[in-house]
């Protein structure tokens, strides 16, 4: 079924004679002709503006001693004998600058007296508001003439003859130096010693990190540009044809249909990109396209495969976003619409490997196609950071997966062929949909979050950060979901009191569950090792506990958070998902999502690990008090104790701590599991067919 | 086919809740065609979406062959023939083309496609121009290979959603003519239309349909009867226009409305 509907679609585009000749075979035609007639262009355009006849006129108090130089100048001969020979024609100087002004001169040269130049300069800077001269610009002032050259930097020609003009000027007033020392009888010897700088990166290494910032960027802006040919047509195309209404009403299933649209956008969106990338390979050939100087790349067999497994899901996500696309438009006109934000999302992560300092080994390898773009960078200059590159592999990965598979639903999408949204859950909306919107919402909350923690961290500062992230957005996220959704606070925010013996387990869990998260960290960080700058970031912390008397300390970092981030962590995002996940999924995914909001590589796993904890915790009192006790316990065991300096920051556990508190987590756990209340599952919603309230009838 | 209380309710921005059908309930037998009277926007086509599993229903359940339509939305496709003045055909595939195409995507025996092909080619006299591309073809001769594209996999269920509109008089005649032989064939055929000319000839049940509910059901002779009116056309106005019951009234707010015998909630064994 897949192969016949993959066949057919290839078919169809392939006799769109229109659609391949403008896509395809016509970059292939216009792009030499457009290089040559550039290149001619360019060439004619330089000839002209070194042959030209320069004009200009001299003026100022210092006329005289302007034209002296000038006519040095002209004497002696150029100093970049790739030029041709430049002709200086000079013009009468009456109002030369408005001359220059209206393009009649090219250059207007002025001789300033000191005292003139210090004045005008004065003029200027009051022009500009800046104060005038200031301390500094007064011992800086030349107590010489000044030759000012006035040029339009507009026109090719004037900027051309102020260069070289230039030139000449300065290589007179070297010479003239040096024909005053002599005359001093001081030594001028044209080498007082060399400077030279020695870069150690092999011709390999410097081409690889130069192909390194443009090849993501230009595979995907190939691939986009080469899929779309086939991707506005795969949907919104049939939609404007009524093909696909006659397509639906078949026995081929929707996935079958999506999954053969989206090979057939892979396959000529690769094709498109060979094509091309051969097509420059052949500019580069007959010399058409300039490269630079030495620029080499040697890839290793093993850097090869590396680059495709990376290239795959991005590949995969590229297609799946344009199919995507052409789903949600209604027309061709929509997709074109829709088609360049969407570019925009491809590029502007892609273009992150170009951005100085981005390093793989940071949070950037946990962000799709960014990820890659700098994974890319990093094999081509030779380095195999294994892990962050399945990390970067896996983000775009796992992105790919998703938008694989919402593309699959928008078929089954009833606007597609309707024109109305019809969704059971939207329609009856409240309670009903928000186990659909939750993830959105968490989505939305991390983005603000890393927004301010971008660029508003400083400026908050700890205390700001804190209350801003964990009160601002997290509570009033949660309250106005609960709001939204018409939710009942009690449930959502699991308002419940447990078994009493919940709380011991909780008073003993809490500490144990600190000590064994410490476990967790340090066997990451033997898989990946904590860099300098992260672990600064880690001390800021303390740094800002110096300057905070203990019980803010504790208010901001362990009460605070263990109230609102339990609420909307183990609330309702617990309480959001558990009508769609059984519980142990359901809990590791709360841990998850909580481990990502801390936003640090490094403290993602002890973080999951701790939030997966804590929804277990919900999930077997039916109560969000101990999960708020054991969070704030957990925080302030972590906090005090490095506070009062009973212990110092790189303190390590002993290692027999680990075991013992391992045995008295599953201890509290065996309490909790004993005396549990379970967490009180929503009702799934009605489907569709028991809405009436009768039981289907069977056949 | 068995349809019980099938409903839709479709939100929309500027009118809310939208019921377009609201518990249409019907029966349709092999050698039958039930014909969907009303006017535009009463819901015929929604419900033959609901049939064809275009779209989801809101509540109700309605079996094709056996098959759920929500929960075997495959099997029921493969059952079926849908064809709709929507349902357009690919420009750039030939006649011939689009008929194999349809009937490896509707499941239909490899081996056996393209002796059926030939087949449809010679009954709906595609042969001149089965090589030709759709997109070149006139709308007569689209047409023809839209029907022989719907029956490609031989399907035991039909839907005609208002196959003629647009049509010219020789081309609509063709198509009732079409339908008719299929009905002899034994298809369980299902058949929208607003022209009552249409409905009069060719079905054998005919059920009224307005802003989603089946007004009434029965045969032609069965509606004369009832309303003590001679012409389809007065007993529509009777119906949609001026309110009137009979006692073949809302079968879709109690009973099943049928041209033929038969229990509730229990489907006939398909003839064979």
């Known amino acids: ?699 | 086919m068995w349809v019980e209380g099938l409903t839709k309710t479709f939100y929309d921005e500027s009118r809310g809740e939208v019921h377009a059908v609201d518990g249409v309930s019907f029966q349709c037998h092999p050698g039958e065609v039930l014909g969907l009277l009303g006017a535009n926007g009463a819901g015929k086509t929604t419900t033959m979406r609901m049939l064809s599993t275009i779209l989801r229903p809101s509540a109700g359940t309605a079996h094709l062959m056996g098959h759920d339509v929500v929960a075997e939305p495959e099997e029921v496709r493969a059952n079926l023939g849908f064809y709709s003045a929507s349902t357009a055909l690919y420009p750039r595939l030939t006649a011939r083309e689009t008929l194999e195409f349809f009937a490896r995507v509707n499941r239909y025996p490899p081996e056996r496609v393209a002796a059926r092909v030939e087949e449809l080619v010679h009954r709906f006299s595609i042969t001149e121009f089965q090589n030709a591309r759709v997109e070149k073809l006139s709308s007569g001769m689209k047409q023809k290979v839209s029907i022989a594209r719907t029956v490609v996999h031989d399907p035991p269920v039909l839907i005609f959603d208002e196959p003629t509109v647009g049509l010219d008089v020789i081309n609509a005649l063709e198509m009732q003519e079409v339908v008719r032989a299929l009905r002899d064939e034994g298809k369980t055929i299902i058949f929208s239309t607003h022209i009552m000319s249409e409905a009069e000839k060719l079905c054998d049940t005919i059920a009224i349909i307005n802003a989603g509910h089946i007004l009434a059901s029965g045969s032609l002779e069965d509606h004369r009867r009832a309303t003590g009116k001679h012409y389809l056309e007065d007993i529509f106005v009777y119906y949609v226009r001026d309110g009137g019951t009979s006692s073949l009234g809302r079968p879709d707010a109690g009973g099943v409305a049928s041209g033929a015998d038969g229990p509730i909630g229990v489907l006939p064994a398909p003839e064979s």
């Open chain 1, 1 to 699: 079924m897949l192969a016949t509907l993959y066949r057919y679609e290839i078919t169809m585009l392939f006799r769109d004679a229109r659609t391949i000749l403008i896509a395809v075979v016509a970059p292939l035609v216009l792009f030499p002709v457009l290089i040559l007639m550039s290149r001619a262009v360019e060439r004619r355009d330089q000839q002209r503006v070194e042959e030209a006849t320069y004009r200009y006129a001299v003026i100022g108090s210092e006329a005289d001693l302007a034209s002296l130089l000038i006519e040095r100048a002209l004497e002696m001969a150029d100093p970049d004998s790739g030029l041709a020979p430049a002709s200086f024609v000079e013009q009468e100087g009456s109002g030369a600058d408005s001359l220059v002004r209206i393009g009649s001169l090219q250059l207007a040269v002025e001789g300033l007296s000191p005292e003139e130049y210090r004045r005008i300069r004065a003029e200027e800077a009051a022009n500009e508001d800046s104060g005038g001269v200031d301390i500094t610009m007064e011992d800086v002032l030349p107590q010489v003439p000044v030759i000012r050259i006035h040029y339009r930097s507009d026109r090719d020609v004037s900027r051309a003859a102020m260069e070289r003009l230039r030139a000449r000027l300065v290589e007179v007033r070297r010479l003239h130096r040096d024909s005053v020392y002599r005359a001093h009888g001081l030594p001028v010897t044209e080498r007082v010693g060399v400077l030279e700088s020695q870069n150690v990166a092999s011709a390999a290494r410097e081409g690889g990190a130069l192909l390194g910032l443009i090849l993501t960027p230009l595979l995907l802006f190939l691939m986009l540009s080469g899929g779309s040919i086939v991707a506005v047509d795969a949907i919104s195309g049939e939609k404007e044809r009524g093909t696909l209404e006659t397509l639906l009403t078949t026995a081929a299933h929707r996935s079958e249909i999506v999954n053969a649209k989206q090979l057939a956008v892979i396959t000529v969106g690769v094709a498109v990109t060979v094509i091309n990338l051969l097509n420059l390979l052949v500019y580069v050939v007959f010399g058409l396209i300039d490269l630079p100087q030495n620029l080499a790349v040697q890839l290793s067999a093993v850097s090869l495969l590396v680059l495709l497994g990376l290239f795959l899901p991005l590949t995969v996500l590229v297609s799946s976003a344009l199919l995507l696309l052409s789903g949600y438009a209604k027309s061709y006109k929509e997709y074109q619409m829709y088609f360049f934000p969407l570019f925009l999302f491809f590029i502007v992560p892609a273009l992150f490997a170009t951005l100085p300092g981005m390093d793989l080994r940071s949070a950037i390898a946990l962000v799709p196609v960014a990820g890659v773009g700098v994974g890319v960078r990093e094999v081509l200059v030779g380095e195999h950071d294994w892990l962050f590159l399945a990390l970067a592999f896996l983000s775009t990965g796992i992105t790919a997966i998703g938008a694989a598979r919402l593309t699959e639903r928008t078929l089954s999408t009833e606007r597609l062929i309707s024109g109305v949204d019809l969704d059971e859950a939207g329609l009856r909306g409240g309670p009903d949909l928000f186990p659909r919107r939750v993830l959105r919402w968490f989505g939305l909350m991390w983005v603000l979050l890393l927004v301010i923690s971008l660029w508003m961290g400083e400026e908050l500062g700890l205390r700001g950060q804190l209350l801003f992230n964990i009160m601002g957005l997290f509570f009033v996220g949660s309250l106005l979901m609960i709001r939204t959704y018409r939710l009942d606070p009690v449930a959502a925010f699991a308002l419940r009191m447990p078994h009493p013996a919940a709380w011991f387990a909780t008073l003993i869990g809490a500490p144990a569950a600190l000590v064994t998260g410490i476990g967790v960290a340090e066997a990451f960080q033997r898989i990946a090792p904590v860099p300098e700058r992260v672990l600064r970031s880690f001390g800021e912390l303390g740094v800002a506990g110096d300057t905070m008397p203990l019980w803010e300390m504790v208010f901001l970092v362990a009460v605070v958070p263990g109230i609102f981030e339990e609420l909307a962590f183990r609330g309702v995002l617990l309480h959001g998902l558990s009508r769609r996940l059984r519980p142990v999924p359901l809990a590791l995914t709360v841990g998850l999502l909580f481990g990502l909001f801390h936003m640090n590589l490094w403290r993602i796993p002890p973080t999951a690990y701790l939030g997966t904890l804590l929804a277990t915790v919900v999930l077997l009192t039916g109560s969000i008090y101990p999960a708020m006790l054991w969070h704030a316990v957990n925080n302030a065991a972590a906090l005090v104790p490095v506070e009062l300096d009973w212990v110092t920051e790189d303190y390590k556990l002993p290692l027999w701590a680990y075991p013992v508190a391992a045995a008295v987590l599953v201890v509290a756990f065996t309490v909790l599991w004993f005396t549990r209340r379970p967490y009180p599952v929503p009702q799934r919603p009605a489907t569709a067919s028991r809405a009436d309230g009768r039981a289907p009838p069977r056949p």
